[in-house]
């Protein structure tokens, strides 16, 4: 396996292309994600940004193949995984790939751990699930896991409503890397957790990613845990990715406007501000998607262009730094 | 700093000096927390705990002689006795002692209320399970057949079952076993719809667990408490409808002593003889009740709502 990653390393273990997937139903169909185009090397951590409703955790769903269905379809568009394609692999292969190469936590560790079964069986339940071993084994591998996310193994046998939130989400992680999957997503790790609690997850799950060579999809709102944990960050926005690149020089030099209203939305501690300077408007109803562009509703420096034509193709920023922004392509001059 | 934390709780076994032992507490160590704390669920639990060492020790309290099962040891200089005594429930029109008839009895009684719970609840707890899972077509289908059940008064079903099959104890209970399907179904269906929108069931679904292990393993341990309060409210009313059916004559077959056919053959001495008619009645009465106090303890212990 090690071996195998070293020389793999270079290659992409996820290239999504053009990846759609819509809501359909009775009311219309909801475009969650249009033509989304995301990138992710083995080892390589992604923070996946963007506002509520702009995809996100349907991505994650996508490519997990967990899109609920009906009414979501993956509509278009190829998830490759490690030379696959997961949008043509039949339910069965699925689950073998679910939990064992691409593993999810979930944003609320209070609601996804089963109530009535100790955690150490349901760590023990994913391992069973994937490798051929006994259930004394799987017992024995499961505390092993505990005390790698930092639970003794007296508490082994408790139940979930037992431990408090920061400590279940440390479950959830340890049944994520039970299976030592090539690829980790979590859908907002940390959310329902207070700040203290937050950084010693984040922390762990930094060792971890460390210690088993996990890629990572972190999705996330907070700006801050990209900064702290990611290698390269992809902003969404309404179903696709409108700015992608290495985590320094997205920061630096951010060139969407949406990305600058998003940095331009933190407050700065060093300026004594009175308000928040907000991005104006609201994310567009996904059922109704303006015409043009996405954001144009909403740009300060929106162009008659982008009222009629959608971008459709990324501009090279820099070599790690690509936008999908009318501003920067050449048909109408740049900046 | 905050890998520090960390060191801290992976300290092996032992040598953290607060590591204190704590006890595993499932969900079913709470709920039996707080159902002993109700009084009347303990009054039904010692009820029925002392109806079945009743039921169990039947054979050494009214032991058979050499031609006869101890139900039915006929005595026909000694009929119609009065209680007390040698008899303490008095004996029948054949001088069979009421007593023995009425712990012989309990063993007929907990045998077909454990029975039909089983049939019913199995049967509906699965296709309520299948209904509330997968929604669409098998749901309509098969909550279609659940209404169509319903659609027929349970006596009739039951008359026409037993009319089908002949009478006698099994077909009784079959009878009474499918008429209690659609009681489990349905709340076993409202259960899993609530459940299976949960994230730990999506959680599940992540880590590669197919339809099967997530309906059996993840859905239905979190369905048992409407299901543990309905199969013991439903073993007293499979009693009660097993004793009202061979109270009618569809039952169980004399000499058997089941307490609703007691209670139809002394029916006709009942101006005379109020002990024969009495002691068959006060033991389906007081069953049902016991029965009936623990499922309220259990609704209660189980509701987390409830807890003061």
Redesign the interface.
């Known amino acids: 396996m090690p071996e195998n990653t070293a020389q793999a390393s270079n290659e992409a273990l996820l290239d999504i292309q053009d990846l759609s997937i819509h809501y359909i139903t009775e009311d219309g169909t909801v475009r969650a994600v249009n033509n989304l185009n995301l990138s992710l090397k083995r080892g390589e951590t992604i923070g996946l940004v963007g506002e509520t409703g702009a995809g996100k955790t349907t991505t994650a769903l996508g490519i997990?193949r967990?899109v609920p269905d009906p009414p979501g379809k993956i509509v278009g568009g190829r998830i490759n995984f490690a030379g696959e394609d997961l949008t043509q692999k039949s339910d069965a292969a699925m689950?073998?790939?679910?939990?064992?190469r691409i593993?999810?936590i979930?944003?609320?560790p209070m609601?996804?751990?089963?109530?009535?079964?100790?955690v150490r069986d349901q760590i023990a339940?994913?391992i069973l699930?994937?490798e051929k071993v006994s259930a004394a084994e799987a017992l024995a591998k499961a505390e092993e896991m505990l005390?790698k996310v930092?639970?003794?193994?007296?508490?082994a046998?408790?139940?979930p409503h037992?431990f408090s939130g920061g400590m279940r989400q440390r479950v959830?992680i340890a049944?994520a890397l039970a299976c030592n999957p090539e690829l980790l997503i979590s859908d907002e790790p940390t959310t329902a957790l207070d700040v203290t609690i937050q950084?010693?997850v984040l922390?762990?799950m930094k060792?971890l990613k460390r210690e088993f060579n996990t890629s990572m999809i972190m999705i996330t709102h907070d700006l801050g845990i990209v900064a702290d944990i990611c290698d390269k960050v992809a902003i969404m926005y309404a179903g696709s990715v409108v700015e992608i690149g290495d985590k320094y020089d997205l920061f630096r030099n951010p060139k969407h406007p949406y990305t600058i209203g998003l940095f331009n939305s933190l407050p700065d501690i060093e300026k004594d501000e009175d308000s928040l300077k907000p991005i104006k408007g609201f994310m567009p109803d996904p059922m109704d998607l303006p015409s043009g562009c996405p954001f144009h509703p909403r740009c300060d420096v929106a162009k008659p262009i982008c009222m009629q034509a959608a971008p459709s193709e990324y501009v090279n920023v820099s070599e790690n730094h690509r936008v999908k922004c009318l501003l920067f392509s050449d048909t109408t001059g740049g900046e | 700093m905050l890998t520090n934390k960390v060191a801290v709780d992976e300290a092996p076994v032992g040598v953290n000096a607060d590591a204190k032992p704590r006890k595993k507490r499932s969900q079913m160590h709470d709920v039996w927390k707080r159902f002993r704390k109700s009084r009347t669920a303990m009054f039904g639990l010692f009820i029925i705990i002392a109806l079945i060492i009743l039921a169990l020790s039947a054979e050494i309290l009214a032991p058979a002689d050499a031609i006869n099962p101890g139900y039915d040891i006929q005595d026909l200089g000694n009929t119609f006795a009065p209680p007390g005594g040698e008899h303490i429930f008095g004996t029948d029109n054949f001088g069979r002692d009421i007593f023995a008839r009425i712990a012989h009895g309990a063993r007929i009684s907990l045998y077909v209320g454990f029975v039909v719970v089983s049939i019913s609840m199995v049967t509906g707890v699965t296709l309520g399970a299948l209904s509330g899972y997968y929604s669409g077509i098998i749901d309509n289908v098969i909550m279609r057949i659940i209404d169509i059940l319903l659609a027929i008064p349970f006596l009739l079903l039951a008359v026409s079952i037993v009319a089908a099959l002949g009478p006698g104890l099994r077909n009784v209970m079959i009878a009474v076993g499918v008429a209690g399907i659609p009681g489990y179904a349905r709340i076993v269906r409202a259960s899993v719809l609530s459940v299976r929108e949960q994230e730990f069931i999506e959680a599940a679904r992540s880590v590669g667990a197919n339809n099967f292990r997530i309906i059996t393993r993840h859905i239905l341990p979190n369905c048992m408490a409407p299901i543990i309060v309905q199969a013991t409210m439903g073993m007293a009313g499979a009693i009660l409808s097993a004793a009202a059916l061979s109270f009618i004559g569809l039952g169980i077959q004399p000499p058997q002593p089941e307490w609703g056919a007691m209670l139809a053959e002394s029916r006709r001495f009942m101006r005379d003889h109020w002990h024969m008619v009495m002691f068959p009645g006060v033991a389906i009465a007081t069953v049902i009740f016991g029965l009936n106090m623990i499922g309220d303890g259990l609704r209660d212990a189980f509701d987390p709502r409830l807890k003061k």
């Open positions: 997990m967990l689950r073998n790939v679910r939990g064992k593993s999810m979930f944003q609320d609601t996804s751990l089963n109530p009535v079964i100790p339940e994913v699930l994937h005390l930092g639970i003794r193994s007296e508490r046998r408790e139940y037992q959830v049944i950084a010693q922390e762990l060792n």
